[in-house]
């Protein structure tokens, strides 16, 4: 296969993709806006489904290797109420079908798996053209021109691909995510430590709530979650560290002490994300030469399924590519014919999920849907 192929953005999907088409003797070309793979954190602990993200490292011959990047004991979960008492202390089981990871890690094994300079950093995406017959010219913040025959927005939120294909655009949900982090936990906050346990925590409470989870070095990666608007935001983010963490803990007075210190305690600057996602049915028409992928396709709230769904999304346009070399056109059809079903169902699923740890029936909500998703396992 001779056609120029261009995946924008080295996240796991666009790495995904780019190692399935590897395995099957395809060339791509990653174009990725970051200076290298180390300009920045690549954010905590992912955990990778036996049913998804698992089936897409076996596609790409990389299952073996994941396994080794397993953090031990990272399945655990527990619900907390805001006074400190447990609602539910599960221990990981030790099945796999939801093991820890980090996310930094799993992107090195990805990127550790292509060919030398499949991934051409420093190229942030301008503009694109379309040429007709499903072609596209790039162009690069530094000036430089590609022209492909088949381009793949793996670019995220705010991709620049997606305009090509429909006019969706990511909206606010209405609740923001403030990260911060613990370090040397179990010596320097022996409390807090002890509140998270061995995985997860879920500290919650109608319209509010506290996410923490162990990391393998000792770190606890906390993020508070707010029901707020976006002015609300802006304030919080032009204030400094110091107030901003203050500000964030006056909406958990009365919460029992471990708790609110895994954000008055923090010891990175907090870092606030408000939650953003696409029309749960999000589609466009067949557009020759174009896709998506990720969160590019399907942006929704967190419920522990972006970063698998993204891999699949790779690992299954890999494979539509494979089996039809010839036909592009086919192979896309195919390939979103199985991704939009996909995607509207994990949306929906995942606005469920932001409703049982913050709706009115949290916390006690949130132990039966654990409960029940336990059961099934």
């Known amino acids: ?85 447990v609602l539910l202390d599960q221990a990981d089981d030790g099945n796999g079908g939801r093991p820890e990871v980090r996310r930094g890690e799993l992107r090195r094994l990805l990127l550790d798996s292509l060919p030398v300079g499949t991934v051409r950093w420093d190229h942030k995406l301008t ?34 691909v ?51 989870h162990r990391e393998p070095d000792g770190v606890l990666h906390t993020y508070a979650a707010l029901q707020k608007p976006m002015a609300w935001v802006a304030e919080v983010e032009a204030a400094d560290a110091f107030v901003a963490l203050a500000r964030v803990a006056l909406e958990f007075e009365g919460w029992d002490r471990a708790l609110t210190a895994l954000i008055t305690d923090g010891e990175t600057p907090p870092v606030l994300r408000p939650i953003h996602a696409l029309p749960a049915d999000h589609r466009w028409d067949r557009t020759p030469g174009v896709t998506l992928l990720g969160d590019a396709a399907h942006l929704m709230a967190p419920a522990g399924d972006g970063a698998n769904l993204a891999m699949v999304d790779g690992a299954e346009l890999g494979e539509a590519i494979a089996a039809r070399p010839g036909d592009l056109g086919a192979a896309l059809l195919a390939y979103e014919a199985k991704l939009f079903p996909r995607s509207a169902e994990a949306a929906a699923g995942s606005v469920e999920v932001l409703d049982v740890c913050l709706g009115d029936s949290a916390p006690h909500g949130l132990v039966r849907f654990l409960d029940q998703a336990q059961g099934a396992a």
């Open 1 to 85: 296969m001779t056609r120029m192929i261009a995946i924008i953005g080295a996240g796991l999907g666009g790495l995904m993709l780019a190692r399935v088409l590897h395995v099957h003797g395809i060339a791509c070309t990653v174009y990725e806006a970051e200076a290298s793979p180390a300009a920045r954190t690549q954010g905590g602990m992912l955990d990778i489904h036996a049913d998804s993200g698992q089936l897409a490292l076996k596609a790409a011959k990389l299952h073996e290797a994941f396994v080794q990047l397993i953090h031990p004991g990272g399945q655990a979960s527990r619900v907390l109420d805001k006074t400190g008492a």
């Open 127 to 160: 503009s694109v053209e379309a040429l007709g017959d499903g072609r596209h010219t790039l162009t690069f913040a530094h000036g430089t021109n590609v022209t492909t025959d088949l381009l793949v927005g793996a670019d995220g939120a705010w991709s620049k």
């Open 162 to 212: 997606r305009p090509l294909v429909s006019m969706a655009a990511p909206a606010y949900t209405g609740t923001t995510f403030v990260e911060t982090h613990l370090a040397d936990a179990d010596t320097r906050h022996p409390a807090s430590a002890a509140a998270v346990g061995g995985g997860a925590l879920f500290a919650m409470a109608p319209g509010k709530g506290i996410f923490a």
